[in-house]
Nanobody, 124 residues
Framework: QVQLVESGGGLVQAGGSLRLSCAAS????????MGWFRQAPGKEREFVAA????????YYAPSVKGRVTISRDNAKNTVYLQMNSLKPEDTAVYYC?????????????????WGQGTQVTVSS
């Protein structure tokens, strides 16, 4: 069982930045993927970004590419989501997710463990 704990959400003005963190309780093996998803009120959860832990390969949703950077710290078992130039439409609960396979996927049902979520609110 992998436990994920997100932090770093909050209220920010449009154009501002936030960095989300997600600490994993353990690293069961090196061939896994970490992802970020978000869910806005009244909308389905959507993929934001993912990183392959073994080599740092990343993939982004088109809606955030260029404004968001996913990264990892091996020593801390932590994945980060740096978000810049935030827009009101980025307002959502952001979830960290763990996929116990090396291939990057964008569908939420391809991920095995989830964090509790952290709220990001961007004011206009």
């Amino acid at each position: 069982q992998v436990q994920l704990v997100e932090s770093g959400g909050g209220l920010v003005q449009a154009g501002g930045s936030l960095r989300l963190s997600c600490a994993a309780s353990e690293r069961t093996f090196s061939s896994y993927t970490m992802g970020w998803f978000r869910q806005a009120p009244g909308k389905e959860r959507e993929f934001v970004a993912a990183i392959r832990w073994s080599d740092g390969i990343t993939y982004y949703a088109p809606s955030v590419k260029g404004r968001v950077t996913i990264s990892r710290d091996n020593a801390k078992n932590t994945v980060y989501l740096q978000m810049n130039s935030l827009k009101p439409e980025d307002t959502a609960v952001y979830y960290c997710a763990y996929r116990s396979q090396r291939t990057i996927r964008t569908m939420q049902n391809e991920y095995d463990y989830w964090g509790q979520g952290t709220q990001v609110t961007v004011s206009s």
